[in-house]
């Protein structure tokens, strides 16, 4: 564990992990009289996969949402690439590059597969609004450029045979898969996960596992994610933070959670005294 | 050939383009509806207020004069200029856009999220708002609008099927033109839709909010978008209906005549929008022509409505509409 926020270290598996790319400091959300999220501090290095876990109503979700900007804490800074980030409108947020993943699946059902992850280049599109009517120069550059980024992630996920196919009308498990590749083709610097795994089966899971290492591993992205599947996550993740009822109760690598005795007091039910 | 089936023929011919008309309108509707899911009560008039506003122009108006001059005591009404018809046309579509900023801004953005039946009641109010304003701005008069369009029968046409038929069909320029108009503005709409960034947002917006967030799509500048679209859609409208029977305030009523044209196509589908308006534009001119005469005529009334209703008990999500699926 490193304590300098910028130097930079190699995971047992070769990986290369940076400096602090985002950090969360003092974070206090409130709904009315509801503390969802009590006073919780942590950081998210470049490259890394970090794991944010905990029981039911731990205030995981409140959490990614204050990250990607659907909530605003009451009381805290969101710091990201060295300056504190504003008050942010989701979309603001989406543009300065954190992308993310809904737990329900936020898809366009009534657009196909390659649609809705064109969706995902909005951000890399930058042509006149007349070279856009006029659908000439910059436009059509761009849109070239655009649908070979989607087609390589496409390739990636492996759902070359359902570009064509309404979202709408795909399985669940193909449906998380669509939402991820959306996700990938805007380049994030960060990618949020929200139960990446939730409602899967088991072979659904593997799957997922394999494509969030996979993205980690080949294209470098800062992930950051929520699971309350334990097993899953300490396969995964290189830091761990644990959370109940709002607190953040563990902060660190997979072996040190799992050995943290208030983690396992959370997760077991043990009674404190 | 039998007389009567190639008075048939004209009849569908000019049935159609009158449901070109229709279509126009009925798109302004469905632009608005598919990326907010409100029923713009006030497409209506905003097309009234797009021709009034056009003709004002052409004819150097002077806006609120009628206020001017009672404030002021001064007596004046024209600026004594006349500006061409496609500048004319240019500054009424940069008003139109103005007046979208200004909706999204007063009014729909502090909405979000409120009941469908909110929304339409603040475009109820929001049309006759706009009416209000269109008087004291041009005032109430009907107005001549002519920027250029050819009207009158169409020689051509009359001679080819004088030498067919030995009957020659009235077909007016006016509406052989809007025909042209209405295909190429549709065309362009879709493209657009389908095919540049403002437009694959746009469909965002339409589908899920949420989702579009999160991929940084700003709801509003959407919105605004959109509704700036629906103002030249609308401005159209106004410039083919105003050329052919006059700018007045019946123009905002041509809004009812798009409702069944909605019904039929279905609030969601811009090709839905202009397969509708042909359906009703023929149907009308047809049942006027066939079994108007025996029931007394003005048929027109009301067939497009009783057209529509006939389509909403096997259809009720029109022709091209998203299918409604309940899951149970």
């Known amino acids: 564990m490193l304590d300098n926020a910028s130097e930079s270290y190699v995971t047992a598996d070769g990986r290369k992990i940076g400096g602090v790319v985002m950090e969360m400091r003092n974070i206090t959300l409130r709904f009315g009289g509801v503390v ?49 980030r504003p008050a942010m409108k989701p979309f603001q947020v989406a543009r300065q590059g954190i992308a993310r993943t809904f737990q329900n699946i936020a898809l366009f059902d009534g657009m196909s597969v390659l649609d ?23 436009a059509q550059r761009e849109e070239v450029k655009n649908r070979r980024v989607a087609e390589e992630v496409i390739d990636f996920l492996e759902i070359q045979n359902i570009r064509k196919t309404p979202v709408g009308r795909l399985p669940y498990g193909l449906k998380k898969r669509v939402e991820l590749a959306r996700a990938l083709v805007a380049e994030p610097s960060i990618l949020l996960l929200d139960e990446p795994m939730a409602g899967m089966n088991v072979e659904e899971k593997e799957d997922m596992s394999r494509f969030i290492l996979d993205v980690n591993d080949e294209f470098g992205t800062t992930i950051a994610l929520i699971e309350h599947d334990m097993g899953v996550v300490m396969d995964l993740s290189d830091r761990v933070v644990v959370m109940d009822y709002g607190k953040k109760i563990g902060d660190g690598t997979p072996d040190e959670v799992r050995n943290n005795p208030q983690v396992i007091d959370a997760y077991l039910g043990v009674a404190h005294d | 050939m039998p007389e009567q089936l190639v008075f048939a023929m004209e009849v569908t011919l000019n049935g159609l383009m009158t449901g070109v008309m229709y279509s ?3 798109l302004g509707f469905v632009l608005i509806f598919k990326a ?25 108006r002077v806006p609120f004069a009628h206020i001017i001059n009672e404030v002021l005591g001064t007596d004046i009404h024209y600026f004594g200029w006349e500006v061409p018809a496609l500048l004319a046309i240019l500054l009424t579509v940069l008003v139109m856009i103005g007046f979208a900023l200004f909706v999204q801004k007063f009014i729909f953005r502090h909405l979000v999220g409120q009941e469908p039946i909110i929304l339409f009641m603040a475009t109820i109010g929001l049309a006759y708002f706009l009416e209000g304003v269109s008087d004291l701005m041009w005032g109430s008069e009907i107005r001549n609008l002519d920027v250029g369009l050819p009207q009158g029968i169409n020689d051509t046409i009359d001679q080819v099927t004088f030498e067919i038929f030995g009957y020659g069909f009235f077909i007016d320029n006016l509406d052989l033109w809007a025909t042209g108009i209405a295909a190429v503005l549709v065309a362009g709409l879709i493209a657009y839709a389908q095919y540049t960034k403002n437009g694959r947002a746009m469909r965002a917006v339409a589908d899920d909010h949420q989702a579009a967030l999160s991929v940084g799509i700003s709801l509003n500048y959407v919105w605004i978008l959109v509704w700036s679209l629906a103002g030249i859609v609308a401005l159209v409208a106004g410039i083919m209906w105003g050329s052919k029977s006059g700018v007045q305030f019946s123009l905002s009523l041509i809004a009812l005549k798009a409702l069944p044209v909605l019904m039929l196509g279905g609030f969601t589908s811009i090709p839905g929008a202009i397969v509708g308006g042909l359906i009703i534009g023929v149907g009308e001119a047809l049942f006027e022509f066939s079994i108007g005469p025996l029931i007394g005529g003005a048929t027109e009334n009301w067939f497009a409505y009783v057209l529509a209703l006939v389509f909403l008990v096997f259809r009720p999500q029109g022709l091209f509409g998203e299918k409604i699926i309940e899951r149970v």
């Open chain 2, 36 to 60: 907010s899911g409100i029923f713009n009560y006030a497409q209506g008039v905003m097309a009234l207020f797009a021709a009034m506003t056009l003709v004002g122009i052409q004819d150097g």
């Open chain 1, 36 to 84: 969802a999220i009590k006073d919780i501090s942590f950081d998210i290095r470049e490259g890394e996969i970090r794991a944010i876990i905990g029981p039911n109503g731990a205030g995981k979700s409140s959490m990614l949402n204050v990250i990607s900007g659907f909530y605003h804490p009451q009381e805290g800074e969101v710091w990201y690439r060295g300056a504190r």
């Open chain 2, 24 to 26: 126009l309108v009925a």
């Open chain 1, 116 to 138: 809705n992850i064109m969706t995902g280049r909005l951000n890399h599109m930058s042509a006149s609004f007349l070279d856009q009517a006029l659908w000439w120069g910059k």
